[in-house]
């Protein structure tokens, strides 16, 4: 209760666990404290709650953060229906030693037999149009991939190789190089743009998974995305020591 109203009510949440290869299906009150929460885990997972570590993750697998603090409540997070808590257990414990199953013989159900079950998390899901059964959704998502894959393409083609350039990257300080490579690698998807920095401040030289890309000096290449970098008449960036006396 919240003020005399009735609060939130329970959402479906996913545990899945460090030390176990099963996924449970649990409803929890978003009132519950996290250190609430970890109690109920033990019910579920085997871990002690003194050795939980819990990890957010949304209905489609993507991570939404930790639930690091004991004595904020679970609905102050972004849990909604069909998220997943994940239990990592650091008491020392291995991993599958709760569920030894190599001497027993597996039970195997055909695909056509599962999805007739009611009471499965694959109907659970399906019912509500959660995860792969939400065909609008997914084709809103492929959408706004292929809009911001133009807009990559776009401003990698705007980018000449040989330009001298500056990077900016949120969180890091500005530097300069010059740009050494423009398209798609072999290493993520997308258009990256390769950068010799003037300076040893990159992580490479201009190789990545054994394939090259271009050539610089160790330390002096980085990768990264067409939007952060920016092409114009950028001089060598001097440290200033040839003008003291």
Partial sequence: MNGGGTGPGPVWLAVSSSLNAFR???RFSPALTIAELKCKLELVVGSPASCMELELFGAEDEPLGTLDCD?????????ADGCRVHVTDRSGARAGQFEDVTQVAKYEMAESDYDKRTESVRSFLRQR???RWDREREQERER????????????????PLGARCEVRVP???????????VGETDFKP???????????LGKHDG?????RYFECPPKFGAFVRPQSVRAGDFPAESDGLDEEL
């Fill in 24 to 26: 449970a299906c649990k």
């Fill in 71 to 79: 004595e904020a409540l679970l609905g102050s997070y972004p849990v």
């Fill in 129 to 131: 149009s959660w995860g």
């Fill in 144 to 159: 706004e991939r292929e809009q911001r894959r133009a807009q990559e393409a776009a401003a990698a083609a705007a980018l």
């Fill in 171 to 181: 969180g890091q300080p500005c530097r300069r190089g010059t740009i050494a490579f």
């Fill in 190 to 200: 997308g258009f990256w743009v390769g950068v010799r920095y003037d300076e040893p």
């Fill in 207 to 211: 190789s990545v998974g054994g394939r």
